[in-house]
């Protein structure tokens, strides 16, 4: 049995168009290490696959828990399209041994590297998407993901740490929390940005991701972490 195939097995959909599921499995790191060939990676599909994803999500929590409020919504589904609730996800399908990845990136870890996973998953869902169309998608998501929104309905795991912070912040305090970018590093198709948060224009913590979105998520993961130590 080819990759492909044991793949479809492990995910239980079949591709009518295999070249989407390759390219959905393929790392840019491995178009850049084979620039002499004409090759897709997964990035624009990741772009699709998170739209698509946070359309299920919100459409299911729309119909199933019409006792929630806008903000409780917005905060559930924050909680189950964030990257460590996808990571998970994709290490279900065993995801990591299926991807397509540059000798550079493969031998950093790559293969088990939390964004990595957490972007290759949401491009498996826009192959899928185009492949059979948004009926099909969403039950495959639902599948996927049933669990984990049960869990976040009842508050019990995939906190969006930038939210979390501005709760607190907000409930003690009048002080303005904001992000400021610091730095970055590596190349375009692989960069690392450093982000700080800022209380009141001064460091309250600091954290590192390859978007500043998850740099930004880090630095209040680490705000956090010393809000709970300073306890």
Request: charged share 25%; net charge negative.
């Amino acid at each position: 049995m080819n990759k492909i195939k044991e793949f479809e097995e492990i995910i239980g959909y079949r591709f009518s168009d295999e070249s989407l599921i390759i390219n959905a499995l393929t790392h840019s790191s491995y178009s850049h290490e084979n620039r002499h060939k004409p090759i897709v990676f997964n990035e624009r599909l990741e772009f699709l696959g998170d739209s698509v994803l946070s359309l299920v999500v919100s459409r299911y929590l729309f119909e199933n828990y019409p006792q929630l409020p806008e903000g409780d919504l917005s905060k559930v589904r924050a909680a189950v399209v964030c990257e460590h609730s996808l990571w998970l996800c994709a290490q279900n399908i065993e995801l990591g041994s299926f991807l397509r990845l540059g000798h550079g990136e493969e031998i950093s870890g790559g293969r088990t590297r939390v964004s990595i996973l957490a972007d290759a998953f949401e491009a498996v869902i826009a192959a899928i998407y185009l492949d059979s169309g948004l009926d099909t998608v969403r039950e495959w998501v639902l599948g996927q993901l049933y669990e984990t929104i049960v869990a976040a309905v009842n508050g019990k795991r995939f906190k969006d740490f930038k939210t979390t912070l501005q709760e607190i912040v907000q409930a003690t305090s009048t002080k303005t929390i904001t992000y400021e970018v610091v730095g970055e590093s590596g190349p375009d198709h692989n960069k690392s940005f450093f982000v700080h948060v800022l209380l009141d224009g001064e460091k309250f913590g600091e954290g590192e991701g390859n978007s500043k979105k998850r740099a930004e998520q880090a630095a209040a993961q680490d705000a956090l972490a010393k809000l709970e130590a300073d306890k």
